[in-house]
């Protein structure tokens, strides 16, 4: 079965064909990050207009790399939530008038499903239960994946997620937007106990997180340092930053998986693309003995074939929308 999906939540607009869940056939993508990078952030009213004047000619590219016709696609698939209001809206519009045009079922996802469901394009062999941490821009929840399309949130951050948190830090330190990749690359070789940074807990869930706190100790010094004229060590700032994230996250993950019974661990978002975080959690999975999956890093970040291969599971279990299909900014998992 060979869908057409299509993402535009932020600021990628993307979209791929994918054939049966779990091969593609083609993945287009328009990255606006240079666009909005000038600001220090996303503008929401230009991504959406970015996605209006990319969306087509993406499509076309897509169905041509695929090797196919538009008669060969057997459905539409679309990241319907959550996201930046007028950025879906764009997607879904899209979307909608190709599968009327193109006489096939309308298939929404959920971006996050989305982000899960990359590691089936890079793991033929991986298949649920499994324990995910979906680490992106705009979420941090720890899943635990019964069936390729039920799942129950078991935890969360309570305040930022960690990719904002890494967004906010480098925009701090200076560097451009978005943030994950320059402190990655920042951090290589610097001294990630220079520093000591709070690891976020909060009361009531265990597998609950907090990353405003961090946020706020690393403006705090850095403002402190700026203020007394004092130096930086600017490479061990972003690795002790780094490495309280990755401690905030391994730990919790691990002792989910051994309290719910899972013996794979799946990562997913654009801050599993993190060097550090990688490298810990590999570590942490062969300690424990479990498995460990994590997307190569094309697939970490926004891109539409992760949409499409989550939608083959939902259009597997039945689920379709029709021609009234919404696009929400924030949706349940
Ligand atoms: O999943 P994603 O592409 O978009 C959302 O769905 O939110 O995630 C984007 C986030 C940004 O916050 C970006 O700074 C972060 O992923 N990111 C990284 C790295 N590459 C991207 N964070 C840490 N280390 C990286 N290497």
Not at 7 to 21: L, Q
Not at 296 to 309: E, S, T
Request: charged letters at 20%; one cysteine or more.
């Amino acid at each position: 079965m060979k869908i057409l999906a299509f993402e535009s939540t932020c600021d990628e607009t993307a979209v791929a064909v994918v054939e049966d869940g779990r091969k593609i056939l083609s993945d287009q993508i328009f990255s606006q990050a240079d666009l909005h990078a000038v600001y220090g952030g996303v503008v929401p009213e230009i991504a959406s207009r970015c996605h209006v004047e990319s969306i087509s000619i993406l499509a076309r590219r897509a169905i041509e790399a695929a090797g196919i016709t538009k008669q060969d696609i057997d459905a539409v698939a679309v990241s319907y939530a959550p996201g930046l209001i007028g950025a879906v809206l764009v997607g879904v519009n899209f979307a909608k008038s190709a599968a009327l045009a193109l006489g096939v079922p309308l298939i929404p996802v959920h971006h996050i499903r989305g982000h899960m469901a990359a590691n089936y394009l890079a793991y033929p062999e991986l298949e649920p239960p499994y324990l995910c941490l979906a680490i992106s821009g705009g979420n941090t929840l720890l899943v635990d994946v019964r069936d390729y399309t039920d799942m129950k949130i078991i935890g969360a951050t309570r305040d930022d997620a960690a990719g904002e948190c890494f967004d906010k830090t480098a925009r701090v330190l200076g560097l451009p937007y978005p943030g994950g990749r320059p402190i990655d690359q920042l951090s290589q070789g610097g001294d990630d106990t220079r520093y000591s940074f709070p690891i976020g807990h909060v009361d009531g869930n265990p597998y609950d997180m907090s990353f405003s706190g961090l946020k706020t100790a690393v403006i705090n010094l850095v403002h402190n340092a700026e203020q007394k004229g004092e130096e930086i060590d600017r490479a061990a700032l972003a690795a002790s930053f780094t490495k309280a994230v990755s401690d905030s996250l391994v730990p919790r993950t691990m002792q989910a998986a051994a309290e719910l019974g899972r013996d794979r661990i799946v990562i997913a978002g654009g801050v599993a693309a993190n060097s550090r975080i990688r490298a810990d959690f590999q570590k942490a999975a062969a300690e424990h003995g479990y498995q460990l999956f994590i997307p190569p890093l094309k697939l970490c970040g926004d891109n539409g074939a992760m949409i499409g291969a989550q939608a083959y599971y939902e259009y597997l279990a039945g689920v379709r929308a029709g021609s009234d299909l919404n696009a929400y900014a924030t949706m349940e998992l």
